[in-house]
């Protein structure tokens, strides 16, 4: 079992960037796949990320790819989700989850573990 805490997020003006931060208050990410998810109002929750246990494969929505960066640190227990070239349309509470499957999971049915959210807002 693992506990996330998500972190970083904030009122940024198009283009700029936020990095947003995702720890394990309980538990060992290094036994996890992370995965980011992202869910603006009215609309459905939607993948943005999602890293590897050992932090060496990555994959990303088509939206965000190019503008987003995931990356793991196992001996800090954390994982980072660099976002440049922000867009109005990246507004959203974004999650970390959790995955212990090997499988690269897109959906977040297969993620157990999640944290509470932080909102990103993009000015236009």
């Known amino acids: 079992q693992v506990e996330l805490v998500e972190s970083g997020g904030g009122l940024v003006q198009a283009g700029g960037s936020l990095r947003l931060s995702c720890a394990a208050s309980?538990?060992?990410?290094?036994?996890?796949?992370i995965g980011w998810f992202r869910q603006a109002p009215g609309k459905e929750r939607e993948f943005v990320a999602r890293?590897?246990?050992?932090?060496?494969?990555?994959r990303y929505a088509e939206t965000v790819k190019g503008r987003f960066t995931i990356s793991k640190d196992n001996t800090k227990n954390t994982v980072s989700l660099q976002m440049n070239s922000l867009k109005p349309e990246d507004t959203a509470v974004y999650y970390c989850?959790?995955?212990?499957?090997?499988?690269?999971?897109?959906?977040?049915?297969?993620?157990?573990?999640w944290g509470q959210g932080t909102q990103v807002t993009v000015s236009s």
């Open positions: 989850a959790a995955d212990s499957s090997t499988i690269s999971h897109a959906v977040a049915v297969r993620y157990a573990y």
């Open positions: 890293i590897s246990r050992g932090g060496v494969i990555s």
């Open positions: 309980a538990g060992t990410l290094s036994n996890y796949a």
